[in-house]
């Protein structure tokens, strides 16, 4: 015979309880009556009992071991109804904990039906679908919209929108293209993708993420290190205490139900249930928390350090300003994108990239091309000769640069790169390029303020004046500059020195060392990046740095949560103590209120889940 | 030795998972057993001499809890 699901048992169990419960009103303990109370106390405590004798097989008392014993006493004590009653409680308890605990679990556990089955492989020109573990390094494979893709892959044909959520939290899809990484575990929403895998398994950027989110759900918290010690404790100075209370007062009712509510199991789920909502939350907002230790850190940070270049800024330059003399800024920018075809140098791809985004196509290559070495490039177009670089370029051909001098100096002004762009008599105009400053950076850098945190210092290997600028900028309290990375991790410890709690933030490229250093190590987009996934103990998957005051506002969230629980669960604990010597509390009622309380602090931490809904800021 | 992860069934406290990693302490031939409780896993080597993997479920079954899969780490 099949065995009955928990479920099942649990209604068979209240409809017997029901009766008797009926019955012992209207007949009272008529044999009949004591008869459906035995029935529904052997179903629902016969698995308790088998669990306690086990457990005690291996000298372990636990929870099952007590009820058991307040169960046998009570039917030895003619109190069949609080037998069934507590039996049925204690089942219809842990059936609602574990369906409610799984909520607390589920943001993580959509997570991980993530993980793509199959993979359409296209193997000597035939398309075959192979399930994702046979996938190998540099197979070709096609994905069409709505499939999730099976591997870490570069696009080699196709275009499409990308849903990259599972991996960086941002809802909105990216456009894909030719030569561009994709991530296992994301879909694609239209469009049409070949790609070559390049790591697959558990290589891929999703598996390592999903690893180390598995990890971090049972890094204990110190909190819950010191409930567990509490707990060892406050069991067996109940079950004294039973005895002690029997051999006085001989009142066996009492002494079973200090059995009952010997287990504080309130206290000890208390920190796991909101720890796992916490990271659960995080990760639904593209951030991995390492634990629950991470998660009290973070909510007591006091200074924030930034690495500039990557973490405050973009990390590449880009067009930040066009002058266009007696032409368009799109004539300006058509020309130069030709004249920059050949050229590989970050200036010409930030142009590149400037024009795609205004929209502007250009199939025209340059003629006579020549590099001038350190300067810039000249070239023909249309009969007309042009030039493109640098000042030195210009005073050297005799070409004048006192119409465009004014917007070049405060462009300078501004530790901007300036690109001039000129025919052979006059220059037509001027491109200025920078590393530019996240948008988001200024809002995140107020809502730290608005959070409490004391100082946010910025760190960066460029010269005073170029940081001094952004500082002003985003209005940090301080700034160190001409930093190498050794110095970094100086800077770090003085200011934890000074403020205590210090969290750094890098794009996890060369400031690895100060990441290990800081009392919270925070990565921003490092999705695809291991050390810095290894050694940070926060990520921020995306590219969006608001995800830091998210990722804050969740652990001190997740930390009064914790708090409140342990406070709920110790009152309850108290009341139920005080209620039990007093008289006033039964064997069931004990048990009642044992479960009632665990199930509230359960249900208090998926409101842990809830952030996205209740956030009270928006960072642009 | 080999190091496996078990899958447990959902565990619903915190001190089931003491009760399993406690028992599995003092079972001849496993070491290093952790339970973890937010992912219902138990983390553990063990020797094959000794004891095998139906020996390790065993322990686990008679305290009340099934295991849904095993997987073999490095």
Redesign the interface.
Known sequence: MKKPSKKTLVIIVSVLVGISYILHKTIGYHPVTVGVMAVSTAIAGGPILRRALAALRYRIEGIDALVSIAVIGALIIGEYWEAAAVTFLFMIGDYLESRTLEKTRSSLKSLMDLAPETARVRLDGVERTLSAHELEKGMVLVIKPGERIAADAMVLEGSAYVDQASITGEPIPVLKESGERIFSGTIITSGYLVVEATEVGESTTFAKILHLVEEAQDAKAPTQKFIERFSRYYTPAIIVLALVTYLISRDVHMALTLLVIACPGALVISVPVSIVAAIGSSAKNGILVKGGEVIEKLSRIQAAAFDKTGTLTEGRPSVVSVHAYGLSEEELLRIAMIGETYSEHPLATAIAKEGAKRGIVTNELPEKPEHIQGKGIRFTLGGESYYIGNRALFEQNGIGLALSLKDIESEEHERRTVVIVGTSVQVIGLIAIADKLREEAFGVIRELKRLGIKKSVMFTGDSRGTAETVAHCLNLDEFRYELLPEHKVEAVKELQKNYGSVAFIGDGINDAPSLATADVGIAIGAAGNDVAMETADVVLLGQKLGALVDAISISRMAVRNMKQNIFFAIGVAVVLLVGVLLGGVTLSVGMLVHEMSVLLVIINATRILRFAKRKKYTIV | MKNIVIQLE?L?????A??IE??LK?TAGVKNPSV????SRVKLSYDEQVIGLEGVKGVIS???YGSLSVRETP
């Open positions: 959902t619903s406290c915190p001190t089931c003491a009760k406690g028992a003092k973890l409780f937010n992912t008679k305290l009340g």
